[in-house]
């Protein structure tokens, strides 16, 4: 893998869900901000359809909160969600629009998003979620920075996206390598997701959130994070 060219100021991580960034972007994320960069999460639904045992009228809004405190562990400063139905996004003209919306507020140098295939790693399924917003994140690229296909959109048309990072994808390009202090801000995001981890497993949260964070890095020393890279 190519190292990830850091070159750049502002970027925009665009996923389906709350946690979706702690499975390992919040790594990445943890080193850019310590080195200055400014990095806005945009999350298409509060994820209220994902916890079994709770109604979606508590789970989103519990959700919401335990992302917002999951942001403050590696730097991250804006946070919105836009609202979207969880576990039933559609790829297509909404979600591109909403998406081109978001690139066009926040104007970013670099959007990341998360795999967008139907598996991980050939293995575990995707979500369907993660499917529709990873696609619908590529054209929204280039429909925020064309004039004439969402003229509906208040703010300008935004051109300077130099590339798109996808995270967990098969085929990792480029890599970031990752500190120890990384580590430990990613694991402490991810930890602020209690009820959430709570409801998938009786281990204590800190155990389950290390270890998905140590399963990320793998064998991997010095530590890193792979991500294609779409130009
Ligand atoms: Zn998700």
């Known amino acids: 893998m190519e190292v990830f060219d850091e070159n750049w100021q502002r970027a925009l991580v665009l996923m389906a869900h709350p946690d979706d960034p702690e499975y390992g972007t919040a790594l990445a994320v943890s080193r850019w901000t310590r080195q200055g960069k400014e990095v806005a999460y945009v999350l298409a639904t509060a994820g209220e359809a994902g916890i079994e045992t709770m109604a979606p009228a508590q789970a989103g809004p519990l959700r919401e909160i335990e992302q917002r405190r ?50 991980f790693g050939g293995v575990y399924r995707n979500s369907a979620d993660h499917q529709a917003v990873g696609r619908a994140v590529l054209d929204a690229v280039s429909d925020a920075a064309n004039s004439w296909i969402f003229p509906e959109l208040t703010d300008p048309p935004h051109t300077e996206v130099q590339m798109i990072a996808v995270f967990a994808d098969g085929a990792p390009t480029h890599c970031v390598q990752i500190e120890q ?51």
């Open 181 to 231: 202090q990384d580590i430990d801000a990613a694991i402490a995001a991810l930890s602020e997701h209690r009820e959430y981890l709570a409801a998938l497993s009786p281990d204590s949260i800190e155990d389950q959130a290390r270890a998905q964070v140590e399963m990320v890095l793998g064998e991997h020393l010095p530590a890193r994070v792979g991500f294609r890279v779409y130009r």
């Open 70 to 119: 999951a942001i403050t562990h590696v730097g991250v400063q804006e946070l919105e969600f836009l609202g979207l139905p969880d576990g039933r996004l559609e790829y297509g003209i909404e979600l591109r629009r909403a998406f081109a919306a978001a690139i066009r507020r926040h104007r970013p140098d670099v959007v990341i998003t998360l795999n967008f295939e139907r598996t």
